[in-house]
């Protein structure tokens, strides 16, 4: 299994412009994540996913879409680019049931510059 | 309002030293909590988790001590290696929020060999 894989790896991007972050599992995990983590901080929810077809908010989610048209993928689209999204950004995934669904798998990370 | 904090931002600790690593809760329903640890680079790791109504948990070298009373929560690592360096976050999920875990802001660890 590859797990969960992002991409791209690092992306620079003027105000403005949009732009789609690629996150796939191959792990068939219901639920999955996206957050995003600035300097000294830890991470905060941006979107989430509990299955195919269902999305919710997180806690910052202003500025971002997600769609989950399938398990694997969870694009998370940035409709007009702000300097205050600079930030690297992880995706995580994790399996439904007692005991497991709370153990997320994260992703590498995409590290956005917005000039 | 909702949150995670830890206590130090920053803690050195000499190479074969067990390490101390501590958070606060303030959501009292907050029922599963889980440390993660964070490399130069790296997504986050997962460590160690427990259970609202657990005290203590053990894994390998790393233990969880959960107060309940007091909202506080530990990461205790035995004989701390240079491999143990990174970024120490706990989070917190409350009830049935599925992939909605609170993070708090993190430690970082550094081991001095």
Request: contains cysteine; neutral net charge.
């Amino acid at each position: 299994n590859a797990g969960v894989t992002q991409t791209p790896k690092f992306q620079v991007l003027k105000t403005g412009q949009s732009m789609t972050l690629q996150c796939a599992q191959d792990m068939n995990h219901e639920y999955m994540s996206w957050y995003r983590q600035d300097p000294g901080m830890g991470l905060r929810l941006i979107h989430y996913s509990v299955g195919a077809g269902i999305t919710d908010q997180g806690e910052v989610p202003n500025g971002y879409n997600v769609s989950r048209s399938t398990t694997e993928d969870f694009p998370l689209r940035l409709l007009s680019a702000a300097p205050s999204q600079t930030s690297v950004y992880f995706c995580a995934s994790s399996p439904v049931g007692r005991g497991s669904r709370e153990t997320q798998y994260f992703g590498p990370g995409t590290r956005l510059l917005v000039l | 309002g909702e949150s995670v904090g830890l206590h130090l931002p920053t803690l050195s600790v000499q190479e074969g030293d067990n390490s101390i690593i501590n958070c606060a809760y303030s959501n009292s329903a907050s029922d599963y909590f889980i440390w993660y640890k964070q490399e130069s680079g790296k997504g986050p790791q997962f460590i160690i988790d427990i259970r609202s109504n657990m005290d203590k948990r053990q894994g390998q070298r790393v233990t969880v001590l959960l107060n309940k009373t007091v909202k506080h929560l530990s990461l205790q690592i035995a004989a701390t290696q240079p491999g143990d360096s990174a970024v120490y976050f706990c989070a917190e999920i409350t009830g049935n929020q599925g992939g909605k875990l609170i993070f708090g802001q993190g430690t970082e660890l550094s081991v001095k060999p």
